[in-house]
């Protein structure tokens, strides 16, 4: 059972896609308004059309724009949104969601009855259990999860769409981390959290903007939040295919065993696991700078809104 008078501030992160929103907007309020009061903040990620499209919506008394003064990317526009509500907003819980139309407003309310019974405070995340987008996609979004289990040694089931009660927003926004990938974030910082089951919508208006290139991008951000365990990981797997390389090098070099073919073909192996390694780590410390001490959101997310 929901409380009647707890308070949702609805976070969504839009770039050019202000024509879903009238859509969405009337998804939320007939999910919403029967079982708690709600407000609703766009992060407006420094989009340069959908202008007419914004100046109508800001007539809707139940919203608030946000505007970017430059483009910075989904995941820092969640959490300036969240820095935002926490320095200047009150609330009972910030409902975070995309604002394409996949994300299913009427899941919203699981959340909520989940978090009102929860007898502790945390992050309740709407694990996709079903996807909409092309099967290339969903082979590439199943081997992003695969990865990021061998990697990192945790499962992750979930996006953006959660519900973050008041008293951890704070502690969410100190997380430098959440620069880079939201969901991976919690993950990493041991936020208390709790997945229940969605089923993912499809999308509005326009074509999706998560492509697969978008994907790898997005993985490797959330890869990078893990940087300490995957580079131990790596280390001992690049350690281990050396290891069987030199052996086998090794071997050839007494003249025990005729491998010459099998040689040549450990050392190509061997030059190209090491060339890998450099690479993917050279990303992942590029990925990871945006997640250093100094860039905490709470402490300068003022700095992007116009």
């Given at each position: 059972?929901?409380?009647?008078?707890t308070f949702i501030y609805v976070l969504i992160p839009i770039f050019e896609d202000f024509a879903c929103l009238p859509i969405l907007l009337n998804k939320?309020?007939?999910?919403?308004?029967?079982?708690?009061?709600?407000?609703?903040?766009?992060?407006?990620?420094?989009?340069?059309?959908?202008?007419?499209?914004?100046?109508?919506?800001?007539?809707?008394?139940?919203?608030?724009?946000?505007?970017?003064?430059?483009?910075?990317?989904?995941?820092?526009?969640?959490?300036?949104?969240?820095?935002?509500?926490?320095?200047?907003?009150?609330?009972?819980?910030?409902?975070?969601?995309?604002?394409?139309?996949?994300?299913?407003?009427?899941?919203?309310?699981?959340?909520?009855?989940?978090?009102?019974?929860?007898?502790?405070?945390?992050?309740?995340?709407?694990?996709?259990?079903t996807r909409s987008e092309p099967f290339s996609f969903k082979i590439g979004y199943l081997l992003y999860r695969l990865f990021f289990r061998i990697l990192?040694?945790?499962?992750?089931?979930?996006?953006?769409?959660?519900?973050?009660?008041?008293?951890?927003?704070?502690?969410?926004?100190?997380?430098?981390?959440?620069?880079?990938?939201?969901?991976?974030?919690?993950?990493?910082?041991?936020?208390?959290?709790?997945?229940?089951?969605?089923?993912?919508?499809?999308?509005?208006?326009?074509?999706?903007?998560?492509?697969?290139?978008?994907?790898?991008?997005?993985?490797?951000?959330?890869f990078s939040v893990f940087l300490q365990i995957i580079l131990f990981r790596l280390f001992l797997l690049v350690s281990i295919v050396n290891a069987c390389?030199?052996?086998?090098?090794?071997?050839?070099?007494?003249?025990?065993?005729?491998?010459?073919?099998?040689?040549?073909?450990?050392?190509?192996?061997?030059?190209?696991?090491?060339?890998?390694?450099?690479?993917?780590?050279?990303?992942?410390?590029?990925?990871?700078?945006?997640?250093?001490?100094?860039?905490?959101?709470?402490?300068?997310?003022?700095?992007?809104?116009?």
């Amino acid at each position: 059972m929901v409380n009647k008078n707890t308070f949702i501030y609805v976070l969504i992160p839009i770039f050019e896609d202000f024509a879903c929103l009238p859509i969405l907007l009337n998804k939320i309020k007939n999910s919403l308004s029967s079982i708690a009061d709600y407000r609703v903040l766009v992060i407006d990620d420094g989009s340069y059309n959908g202008l007419h499209d914004k100046l109508l919506l800001n007539k809707d008394s139940s919203l608030e724009i946000l505007t970017l003064s430059k483009n910075v990317g989904h995941q820092r526009s969640i959490a300036i949104g969240l820095c935002y509500l926490d320095r200047n907003k009150d609330f009972d819980y910030i409902l975070v969601m995309d604002g394409d139309g996949e994300d299913n407003p009427q899941d919203a309310i699981n959340l909520i009855r989940t978090a009102e019974a929860s007898t502790e405070d945390k992050v309740i995340f709407a694990r996709r259990d079903t996807r909409s987008e092309p099967f290339s996609f969903k082979i590439g979004y199943l081997l992003y999860r695969l990865f990021f289990r061998i990697l990192t040694g945790d499962k992750i089931k979930f996006g953006n769409f959660s519900l973050v009660p008041r008293s951890l927003v704070d502690r969410l926004t100190g997380i430098p981390d959440i620069w880079n990938h939201y969901a991976a974030s919690i993950l990493s910082s041991k936020i208390p959290y709790e997945e229940i089951s969605s089923k993912r919508s499809g999308r509005i208006h326009g074509r999706p903007k998560m492509n697969l290139t978008n994907l790898i991008l997005h993985g490797m951000s959330a890869f990078s939040v893990f940087l300490q365990i995957i580079l131990f990981r790596l280390f001992l797997l690049v350690s281990i295919v050396n290891a069987c390389g030199l052996t086998l090098l090794f071997i050839e070099s007494l003249g025990v065993l005729n491998i010459n073919k099998f040689a040549n073909i450990t050392s190509i192996i061997f030059l190209m696991t090491n060339l890998m390694f450099i690479s993917f780590i050279s990303l992942l410390f590029v990925l990871s700078n945006r997640s250093l001490a100094p860039c905490i959101p709470k402490t300068f997310w003022h700095h992007f809104i116009k």
